[in-house]
């Protein structure tokens, strides 16, 4: 255990972090909550019709700490839920020896309430009329507020003043990627996170493949001068380790546009879970000392000084964040920033990044973090089989033993991140991080963003559905220009500030991707949500028969939703200049466009409404809502922008182009 202060252990809450509702299905629910004992926990549900019942479920456990455990809670129900009506809920503590034999305490949180509400609930509404979705929170972005936080006010207002025209309730909120940033981690978080650390005593970790730096397990990490602001020299300085300290400190130095840095990148696995704990919830910031730590030069202390005002921002809206958890079922999947920036980029990414000790620890705390605080409960079942969880906790008992090395080995080649919920339509979550389609031309090339394998599999798990909403964490259908700016830096192998990966700068990938939305088996409605990019746009997308098939029936209608950031955005004068140039450049009569790989297609971009002229892609913070009709297809795509702004976007069938 890291040595703990004598006031540690004081005043830590019960339930750290959650309840996070995970998901709820006819007849099973699953919340996700962190707390600082084992707990024995009973559920009682108040349903729509005024009946309340008390239920025992399944709570598996993980201990992660002295004063720390995780727990999935699963309740399974005899009857099926009611449809489109609140379901309330509330937790119940047993007491004494934890048996309920001393009786039960109910866990009341008014912070958990919205107006008029004595609990928190959830409606369960497998016909999805509207859902929620972003991606890309970053603690420390200096302004614009926090889209989670405006999801939040939007359910309040759907609940005490809805108005004759309201949404109907979400079915889901979806996170679609970069959720966490273990990559770019701000001074003051990374003070919090040390200090959460030592509060929950949390497992010091033997850390492998820094030996020149005389860092050897989390006290040494935690007591070198290198580790604020200057984590790369934590590498001994050979030929290898330099390129290692390219990908993953340089990971997010992008020099073209922006001077951001990943020298506070994230190592160990206790580093990671407290970060995610101070992500979602305002209870773990109680009491924190974030006070500069010593030793910082001057350039380092005026950035901690910066992003502690960012830091405070971010902690003013956490109230919201957890109470919006508590409310909606949470989907999630990764992107690069939950793990690392650019993580399986290439061929040769992959092999510089695994084939070192410590940069293989360091992916491999980050996804064994994704999988106790996001992955579990995006599918439960498939976490409880083989031993895996038991695995997890052996890992948990010692971390940096063999254990712990042997599970970084099993998830590393684990093919199960993506899922399936079973709605109408059906919320396809694609894994396009570890599936990757390498390129044969280049080790340096962008591998493809699913290999034929994944892709087959999502051909047959598109069958037959008529509609379908695809979540995929880049955009499938992205902005061209920026696509071929991306291109062109990949080829030299020079960063740039927005990913060098897209869904067509793999020939293979590109070409089964298309041919997948073309296949008459498919769904005719396809609504595509994603983020990563930094700003948001919406395309409505036609792919035009071809060959023989030109007289049959017409081929899908495709939305490419994209919402980002949640908590980040693109530098606003850089985004306007390329989108006004992307539109004149890429102009249906631009022989440009016969050098693209999205032929045959008929595209029409969006107005997001009450922005300049010629503007098509929106940049703020925010979430988007998402509205559809009896079909599937969208009735009314919008951003709720953190600062109360609703922005909807237009159809603007006059700027259609056949690309």
């Known amino acids: 255990m890291l040595p703990t202060p004598a006031a540690a252990a004081q005043d830590l809450p019960l339930v750290l972090a959650g309840p996070v509702l995970r998901r709820v299905q006819a007849r099973r629910i699953a919340w996700w909550m962190a707390c600082t004992r084992p707990v024995v926990l009973r559920v009682r549900l108040q349903h729509p019709d005024g009946r309340t019942a008390t ?23 005899d009857e099926d839920l009611a449809r489109d009506a609140r379901t309330g809920y509330r937790f119940e503590f047993a007491d004494g020896e934890g048996d309920g034999e001393g009786g039960w305490t109910p866990h009341h949180d008014p912070a958990l309430c919205y107006p ?58 979806v996170l679609s990627g970069d959720q966490v940033y273990c990559d770019d981690v701000a001074g003051p978080m990374l003070r919090a996170i040390h200090g959460l650390m030592q509060r929950l005593g949390l497992r010091g970790e033997r850390i492998a493949g820094a030996n020149g730096s005389g860092v050897r397990d989390t006290a040494d990490l935690l007591a070198h001068p290198a580790t604020y602001y200057h984590r790369e020299q934590l590498l001994p300085r050979t030929p290898r380790s330099e390129r290692l300290i390219d990908l993953v400190f340089e990971g997010v130095k992008k020099p ?30 109680q009491g924190m000392d974030l006070s500069p730590p010593p030793g910082l030069d001057p350039a380092c202390a005026e950035r901690y000084a910066r992003e502690s005002e960012a830091i405070a921002a971010f902690r003013e809206g956490l109230p919201a964040v957890r109470r919006l958890l508590a409310h909606l079922p949470v989907a999630m999947v990764f992107d690069d920033h939950d793990i690392t920036d650019d993580w399986n980029l290439s061929r040769e990414w992959e092999d510089v990044a695994y084939g070192h000790a410590f940069s293989r620890r360091v992916i491999g705390n980050a996804l064994i973090a994704y999988l106790l605080q996001q992955a579990w409960g995006n599918r439960p079942e498939a976490f409880a089989r083989e031993g895996l969880l038991e695995q997890v906790q052996a890992a948990l008992d010692e971390p940096g033993g063999a254990a712990h090395d042997a599970l970084i080995e099993r998830l590393l080649r684990w093919r199960d991140w993506h899922y399936v919920w079973p709605t109408t339509p059906p919320l396809m979550v694609l894994d396009s991080r570890t599936h990757r389609w390498r390129s044969e031309v280049s080790p340096r090339r962008p591998s493809g963003l699913m290999d034929w394998e994944a892709l087959t599999d999502l051909q047959q798990a598109l069958r037959d559905h008529p509609a379908v909403l695809l979540v995929a964490s880049a955009p499938i259908f992205g902005v061209k220009l920026i696509e071929t700016i991306q291109r062109v830096f990949s080829f030299f192998g020079r960063p740039l500030m927005v990913d060098a990966e897209n869904w067509m700068s793999h020939p293979g990938a590109a070409s089964a991707m298309l041919n997948i939305f073309r296949h008459p088996r498919t769904p005719q409605t396809f609504v595509v949500l994603s983020g990563d990019v930094h700003y948001s746009f919406v395309y409505d997308v036609e792919l035009r028969p071809r060959g023989r098939r030109l007289l049959q029936t017409p081929g899908p209608h495709i939305w490419q939703v994209c919402s ?11 985004l306007a200049r390329l989108d006004h140039l992307n539109r004149w450049l890429f102009s249906p009569r631009s022989p440009l466009n016969r050098f693209t790989r999205r032929r045959h297609m008929t595209v029409t971009p ?54």
Not at 616 to 640: F, K, M, T, W, Y
Request: charged share 20%.
């Open 116 to 173: 008029g509400h004595d609990g928190p609930g959830f409606v369960f509404a497998p016909r999805v009329r509207a859902l929620l979705h972003g991606s890309c929170r970053k603690p420390h972005h200096a302004g614009g507020g926090d889209g989670l936080a405006r999801a939040d006010a939007h359910l309040e207002q759907l609940l005490t003043a809805p108005g004759p025209e309201a949404p109907p309730w979400p079915s889901a909120l």
């Open 55 to 77: 239920h025992e479920p399944t709570v598996h456990t993980l201990r992660v700490g002295e004063r720390l455990v995780i727990a999935l809670i699963e309740l399974a129900l």
């Open 606 to 659: 969006r107005k997001p409404e009450g922005t300049p002229p010629g503007r098509r892609l929106l940049n703020g913070c925010g979430v988007g809502l998402l509205e559809l009709d009896e079909h599937g297809a969208p009735q009314r795509i919008s951003q709720l922008l953190a600062d109360g702004r609703t922005v909807v976007f237009v159809p603007r069938e006059d700027e259609a182009r056949e690309d």
């Open 564 to 574: 980002s950031g949640l908590r980040n955005t693109f530098p606003d004068g850089l």
């Open 256 to 285: 073209v546009f922006t001077t951001d840095n990943a020298h506070n990148h994230l190592i160990t696995l206790g580093e990671v879970i407290a970060m995610y704990l101070l992500v979602w919830s305002p209870l773990p910031w």
